[in-house]
Nanobody
């Protein structure tokens, strides 16, 4: 199982970023996927997850109505669209395949003026 995130960076408050995760080594369409994040000095927390078909998703209260998780089973990718970013969204964001407890290397998101 391999998960490779991309799309992080530095953005001003109120801005947007789109994170992508390319998955390989398993039948991607058969497994739900998640995004987590870990801020400095804090525990890793669940941001969002999505069902195998993409028909069901759930979000942490802190990101609800601002972030959107989606997937493309034809391309084996899961995406996190982040809008209206706040400084407290600053963290390393990780793609996660729960069934395999497999993690990507993470991508840094910094929200600062």
């Amino acid at each position: 199982v391999q998960l490779v995130e991309s799309g992080g960076g530095l953005v001003q408050p109120g801005g947007s970023l789109r994170l992508s995760c390319a998955a390989s080594g398993f039948t991607f369409s058969s497994y739900r996927m998640s995004w987590y994040r870990q801020a400095p000095g804090k525990e890793r927390e669940l941001v969002a997850y999505i069902s195998t078909s993409g028909g069901t998703s759930n979000y942490a209260d802190s990101v609800k109505d601002r972030f959107t998780i989606s997937r493309d089973n034809a391309k084996n990718t899961v995406t996190l669209q982040m809008n209206s970013l706040k400084p407290e969204d600053t963290a390393v964001y990780y793609c996660h395949a729960p069934t395999f407890n497999s993690w990507g290397q993470g991508t840094q998101v910094t929200v600062s003026s």
